[in-house]
């Protein structure tokens, strides 16, 4: 079954001579269980097509729908008892003065769902954290520790759709690793289907099954991640990107030890 479908996507932004189409029929999709990466430089329309299927924009044309039904410019407050997104930059993402205990509760206050504090205490034990976090302050957090508490957040309503947004960049490398093996696991014991966002190809190849190419605001390929790596790409685009992102692999040791 199709988790994630779009449609002729399209969206812009401004009137008149300061339009700026951002989208251009856009056609994915996403099925039931899968990881999927959106990959692509910076302002090539990747997370806008995120913002998009969490509402976030509400202007776009075509057709979106989430587990085969089809979602309004408007959605209702059920929407995101399926759907959830994690943000790039967890500190930001995080209330500086809210503790860890109030980000959690949020959303359930809302929803109106019984047992808080066990969903709690569980949610942070399936994420790598236990209950001594609780009552702790973003601050508190180291930045890996952060990212799993917004992770929890996001899990915390029992989703069945992860939209990813670039979450380990704004991490270091030694933590990348450890929350790329925390979202492949949640993955599997939740059953879950992602679609994530990210310009690294190395994240690609870790965590999602399939990829599409995005230049411009339109998807130019879609081919799966084990054909990426093996350099079966045929669009000059994802090529540039590959070459692109092995001339930065071997570069970086170079940089580490100036």
């Not at 990466?37 to 913002?51: F, W």
């Not at 299927?53 to 209702?76: D, E």
């Not at 959690?104 to 942070?124: F, K, S």
Request: glycine residues 6%; aromatic residues 6%; proline residues 3%.
């Amino acid at each position: 079954m199709s988790m994630i479908q779009a449609q002729s996507l399209n969206l812009s932004f401004g009137i008149g001579s300061t339009l700026n189409q951002v989208l251009h029929d856009v056609d994915l999709t996403v099925e039931d269980g899968e990881s999927f990466g959106l990959v692509g430089e910076s302002g090539s329309g990747k997370t806008t097509v995120l913002r998009c299927l969490a509402g976030q924009y509400r202007h776009w044309s075509g057709a979106l729908s989430i587990a085969g039904g089809a979602l309004q410019h408007k959605l209702p407050k059920e929407h995101f008892r399926k759907v959830q997104m994690v943000f790039q930059d967890p500190y930001g993402s995080l209330h500086p003065r809210h503790t860890i205990d109030t980000a959690l509760r949020e959303p359930l206050t809302i929803h109106g769902m019984a047992d808080r504090d066990d969903r709690i205490n569980d949610i942070l034990v399936k994420v790598g954290l236990n209950d001594s976090f609780r009552y702790r302050y973003p601050h508190q957090l180291s930045g890996g520790q952060r990212q799993r508490v917004a992770i929890a957040r996001a899990l915390i309503l029992e989703p069945r759709v992860l939209l990813l947004d670039e979450p380990t960049s704004a991490l270091d490398v030694s933590v990348q690793a450890e929350i790329l093996n925390l979202l492949a696991d949640l993955r599997q014991r939740e059953k879950l289907t992602y679609l994530m966002v990210t310009h690294d190809l190395g994240v690609v190849s870790h965590l999602c099954d399939k990829v599409a190419v995005m230049q411009q605001g339109r998807i130019v390929e879609r081919l799966d991640s084990q054909a990426l790596s093996q350099d079966l790409a045929r669009h000059d685009y994802t090529r540039m990107l590959v070459q692109a992102s092995r001339d930065f692999s071997a570069e970086s040791p170079r940089a580490a030890s100036a």
